[in-house]
C-alpha cells in the first residue's frame, strides 16, 4: 500500500509513494440518466435543492425527545416538518444542512418553545398531520414554503429571536 512520504520506512522495504492519478484526456459530459443538462430546474412544487440535503433527517435524529409537542401531534411528523424547512434553508444557502437549520426549522414551529402560542400549535396540528409518510410529499412542501426565503436567509439566531418577538413574523400563512 502507497505511503505519505513523511511515514517513516524501514530503509530495507520497497516502498511506493503517493502519485497522483493518470489525466484524463476526455471532458466530461452529460450522459448517464438523472443527470441534469444545464440549471437546476425551477419551479411550483421542486423546492430548494442543495447538497446532501437528506442528511438533515440524520441531524434531525438528536433533537427526539426534546420537542414540546400538545396532545393530538407526533414527534415524526415535527422532525420530518422541520426537517423540510432546514433542507430548504440549506439550499437557499447552497450548502449541506447543519443542525442550526434543524434549529430555525422547528424553532419557526414552536417546537422548541417551551409555551407556544396556542394559535400556533392549531395551525401545526393541521399543517403537519401525518407527514412523515412517504405520499404527503404536498404537505411537506406547504410546510418549508409558508417559512419566506427573506427570513431563512437571515442568521440563525436572528430567526430565532424574531420568532420569540413575533412567531407571524417568520410564517407566511398564505401558502
Not at 396532545?71 to 422532525?79: N, R
Not at 450548502?95 to 400549535?121: C, I, K, Q, S, Y
Not at 403537519?128 to 439566531?157: C, K, N, Q, S, W
Request: hydrophobic share 40%; charged share 25%.
Amino acid at each position: 500500500m502507497a505511503a505519505p512520504t513523511f511515514v517513516p520506512a524501514d530503509p530495507v522495504d520497497t516502498v511506493r509513494w503517493y502519485r497522483s492519478a493518470p489525466r484524463r484526456p476526455d471532458p466530461w459530459v452529460v450522459g448517464r440518466p438523472g443527470e441534469v443538462d444545464g440549471p437546476q430546474p425551477a419551479g411550483e412544487g421542486l423546492g430548494t435543492p442543495g447538497p446532501d440535503a437528506g442528511y438533515a433527517l440524520t441531524l434531525a435524529a438528536a433533537f427526539r425527545g426534546t420537542l414540546t409537542l400538545r396532545p393530538g401531534e407526533h414527534e415524526s411528523d415535527a422532525i420530518v416538518g422541520g426537517a423540510a424547512v432546514a433542507m430548504k434553508r440549506a439550499g437557499l444557502l447552497g450548502r449541506a444542512p447543519v443542525a442550526h437549520d434543524l434549529r430555525v426549522g422547528l424553532g419557526v414551529w414552536g417546537f422548541l418553545d417551551d409555551n407556544p402560542a396556542a394559535e400556533l400549535v392549531e395551525l401545526r396540528r393541521d399543517r403537519f398531520d401525518e407527514v412523515h409518510l412517504t405520499h404527503h410529499y404536498p404537505r411537506l412542501r406547504r410546510i418549508a414554503d409558508a417559512v419566506p426565503e427573506a427570513v431563512l436567509l437571515l442568521g440563525h439566531t436572528e430567526i430565532l429571536e424574531l420568532h420569540g418577538r413575533d412567531w407571524r413574523s417568520c410564517l407566511d400563512l398564505t401558502v
